[in-house]
T-cell receptor, first 115, second 114 residues
Framework: AQSVAQPEDQVNVAEGNPLTVKCTYSVSGNPYLFWYVQYPNRGLQFLLKYITGDNLVKGSYGFEAEFNKSQTSFHLKKPSALVSDSALYFC?????????????FGTGTKLQVIP | NAGVTQTPKFRVLKTGQSMTLLCAQD?????MYWYRQDPGMGLRLIHY???????AKGEVPDGYNVSRLKKQNFLLGLESAAPSQTSVYFC?????????????FGPGTRLTVT
């Protein structure tokens, strides 16, 4: 069975500092990995995905994520946090070709950027 | 483009009542989904559709029914609402190969069952 874990319920970071939101996963095949962001009272918005290729994936709003197969991780990063980045972030995973045909979402990490 | 829209935005039901949530997308997407979001549990897939006239069960389908009579619309029905169905419901769509491509989400429907 596929699963995804976001070990931190909340991450606090000062504006201008680098931020990391952690995600680890478990699949039986090759993972397809996604990050979404949810602002208050809104639906989720796609940030970036990893399907194959370069381990460093760049996405919207200056975010990037690094795929690490040996550590089964896909952490979301940004070099310099903005107050407007404060939101709920979800990691999602799907098992590779032939695997479970649905995406599993993590429980979310609330990012608070402090001015 | 409006993207993905959901109707209504809020609803309060009494136990045993029925209702239908409407999702519409104007992106000509093949795949559509219904999720529920509960605190501490992330999003859980209720039902999904891979094309007009098709539907399939997700992780938590019990107590819900769906229909996709038109490509742009995906309806979620609750025949006899229960307090356990109090949640925020999100509809989403994707262009194809739904679980390889990013999903586009609606703004959500907040449902309370008393």
């Amino acid at each position: 069975a596929q699963s995804v874990a976001q070990p931190e319920d909340q991450v606090n970071v000062a504006e201008g500092n680098p931020l990391t939101v952690k995600c680890t996963y478990s699949v039986s095949g090759n993972p397809y990995l996604f990050w979404y962001v949810q602002y208050p009272n809104r639906g989720l918005q796609f940030l970036l995905k990893y399907i194959t290729g370069d381990n460093l994936v760049k996405g919207s709003y200056g975010f990037e994520a690094e795929f690490n197969k040996s550590q089964t991780s896909f952490h979301l990063k940004k070099p310099s946090a903005l107050v407007s980045d404060s939101a709920l972030y979800f990691c999602a995973v799907r098992d590779g070709p032939g695997g479970y045909q649905k995406v599993t979402f993590g429980t979310g990490t609330k990012l608070q950027v402090i001015p | 483009n409006a993207g993905v829209t959901q109707t209504p935005k809020f609803r309060v039901l009494k136990t045993g009542q029925s209702m239908t949530l409407l999702c519409a997308q104007d992106m000509n997407h093949e795949y559509m989904y219904w999720y529920r979001q509960d605190p501490g549990m992330g999003l859980r897939l209720i039902h999904y559709s891979v094309g007009e006239g098709t539907t399939a069960k997700g992780e938590v389908p019990d107590g819900y029914n769906v229909s996709r009579l038109k490509k742009q619309n995906f309806l979620l029905g609750l025949e006899s609402a229960a307090p356990s169905q109090t949640s925020v419901y999100f509809c989403a769509s994707s262009i194809s190969e739904g679980f390889l491509y990013e999903q586009y989400f609606g703004p959500g429907t907040r449902l309370t069952v008393t």
